[in-house]
């Protein structure tokens, strides 16, 4: 079950449209509609 607070392994898509890599990320909330929406937060360790 999905929740919010929880760490996940998500695929996140490129820009160039090839299929992305699994990263980590971090499960914000779900999104107020009648689908399984949920906005997610990349987790990354690159300080840029």
């Keep these: 079950m999905k929740r919010a607070g929880q760490v996940i392994v998500f695929r996140f898509p490129q820009t160039d449209l090839v ?8 499960i914000l909330g779900k ?3 009648q689908y399984d929406d949920w906005l997610v937060c990349m987790i990354s360790t690159q300080l840029t």
């Design 31 to 33: 999104l107020p509609s």
């Design 19 to 26: 299929r992305g890599k699994l990263r980590p990320a971090l």
